[in-house]
């Protein structure tokens, strides 16, 4: 992304920032939101400049690495903090559209000749962007607590994020252990941190098959333990009814 594309996506972030915090303080005042929720939301406005606006962004033609952050960003890393920031409760979705239309995009953009429309493009970089950016939070959304009365986790969640590990496991091993370019855009270009092509590529592939290992699995792991707990049951019913009061708090804070 270009200096001049950079300033408008860096002030509309800060815009949307702005604005939840300035609700957020009026919520307050109704009702007691944790300071936490701002904290994570404005990281996850964070991660999205990243990989929007930030020198990442000028990176992501001459590095797959960088490419490779990019889509991490804007598909696991910004979308759930901003889900986890949000007190209010959500309308549910299907889970298995959330999942086929994460995956979707995932591996669509990542075949070669669709992954070039990106490099050689700046609108279809812009339009892959945003489509990582609505995956992500279609990804999560059935993952990240909607603070509905009686919300409980489920073994399907841990079911769910461990299906999602297995598109980007696939596409990770594949670009790691292949032996070749995949995306020839990148054979010609200036490099970086004296890496080859085919050194650029398997660092992609272990980065995403990293964070995404890590990112999927530490909810996995939460959810697996409250279920595993003695009482979780009568714990989350007793402590179900704070997640509804914020968002009270959250909508007379308008």
């Not at 669709?114 to 945003?130: K, N, T």
Request: charged share 10%; proline share 7%.
């Amino acid at each position: 992304m270009d200096n001049m594309a950079a300033v408008p996506v860096t002030a509309a972030l800060i815009l949307v920032g702005v604005f939840y915090v300035v609700r957020w303080l009026r919520a307050r005042r109704v009702s007691p939101i944790p300071g936490w929720r701002t904290v994570v939301f404005l990281g996850g406005l964070f991660a999205l400049w990243l990989a929007a606006a930030s020198p990442l962004a000028r990176l992501d033609e001459e590095l797959l690495t960088a490419h490779m952050a990019q889509h991490l960003l804007l598909m696991t890393v910004g979308p759930a903090f901003m889900l986890l920031g949000l007190p209010g409760r959500r309308r549910p979705l299907n889970p298995v559209f959330c999942w086929f239309a994460a995956t979707a995009v995932l591996v669509g953009w990542h075949i070669p000749a669709v992954f070039a429309l990106g490099l050689d493009s700046e609108a279809w970089h812009h339009i892959e962007q945003g489509t990582f950016l609505i995956a992500g939070f279609l990804f999560w959304w059935p993952v990240i607590p909607s603070g509905r009365c009686g919300t409980q986790p489920q073994w399907s969640t841990v079911i769910y994020l461990f299906l999602g590990t297995l598109p980007c496991d696939a596409l990770s091993a594949f670009l790691v252990f292949c032996g070749r370019v995949v995306y020839p855009g990148y054979m010609n270009v200036p490099r970086h941190f004296a890496l080859s092509a085919i050194q650029d590529q398997e660092c992609a592939g272990a980065l995403m098959w990293t964070c995404v290992t890590i990112a999927y699995l530490v909810p996995a792991v939460l959810v697996t333990v409250t279920l595993l707990s003695p009482g979780g049951d009568s714990g989350l019913r007793d402590t179900s009814r704070s997640p509804v009061t914020e968002e009270k708090g959250w909508l007379r804070g308008s």
